[in-house]
């Protein structure tokens, strides 16, 4: 019996990967054929950029009607999320994160905590997201460092913030605090050719697949983010963060959990 539970699990667990993997693929060939059709049509690269001035910072939700506000209202304005990140050391060992993930923002994350690393215990954010190799890279020196993470309530983290969010050892997320995650898109200004797209979106994909496994963060929160477009984003639940390993059992501090 206990060898028929186990083929069953492992079973399971193949079905699952094949049809994460399964969705990746189908993912590349329609962003394939979507951005040669914007090619052809000199239209612009869809996308939702914080930092610019245009454009809303906190998209609508994900439905299939007529697109529904957040869960909350953030807590912070659109003037001070827009901002570059920056960094505020508090109380009881703990460093805010505030502002979009602007390009530089993993450089003077590290210089934060390679000048205050021993008094951090945990990183509170509060972002629109942004740069996803700057967020990849914040994760990974979170992780590496031992801190916990956590999104206050009413604060926002979205779009590349929750990639962040993962690295920590624990990770909270306070009532009414707000997650979600959507497609990732090209902000810049240079325009690649659809193959360069292509070829750019699945590797970007692969990492952000990879470092969130590596995380221990379950399928579902990409698979979910892979289903979004890029101008809105896919609001998470308590239920679905703690499903996906998103948030975890509070513990004191990261350190004292090793």
């Not at 898109?185 to 970007?204: H, I, L, V």
């Amino acid at each position: 019996m206990r060898l028929k539970t186990a083929f069953v699990r492992a079973d399971d667990g193949l079905l699952m990967r094949g049809a994460f993997f399964g969705l990746l693929a189908a993912a590349g060939a329609f962003l394939f054929t979507d951005l040669r059709e914007m090619s052809l049509a000199h239209a612009p690269l869809p996308g939702h950029d914080p930092m610019t001035t245009d454009a809303p910072v906190l998209p609508p939700a994900l439905t299939d009607g007529t697109p529904q506000l957040p869960p909350v209202e953030p807590g912070s304005s659109p003037e001070i999320l827009r901002q570059p990140m920056r960094f505020e050391l508090l109380t009881g060992g703990l460093l805010k994160a505030e502002g979009s993930i602007d390009l530089g923002a993993a450089e003077r994350f590290a210089e934060e905590i390679a000048a205050r690393g021993e008094y951090v215990q945990a990183v509170s954010l509060n972002s629109p997201g942004g740069s996803v190799n700057d967020a990849l890279a914040m994760s990974k020196l979170i992780r590496e460092k031992g801190i916990n993470t956590k999104v206050a309530s009413k604060a926002l983290c979205a779009s590349s913030c929750p990639l962040v969010f993962a690295g920590g050892v624990a990770r909270e997320a306070e009532e009414d605090a707000i997650l979600g995650v959507h497609q990732v898109f090209n902000a810049g200004q240079d325009r690649p050719s659809p193959e360069q797209a292509m070829s750019g979106a699945q590797s970007t994909t692969a990492r952000i697949a990879r470092h969130l496994e590596e995380m221990g963060i379950g399928n579902g929160l990409w698979i979910n983010a892979l289903e979004t477009p890029p101008d809105r984003l896919y609001y998470l639940t308590p239920e679905e963060m703690a499903e996906f390993k998103l948030v975890t059992t509070p513990v004191a501090t990261a350190k004292q959990a090793d």
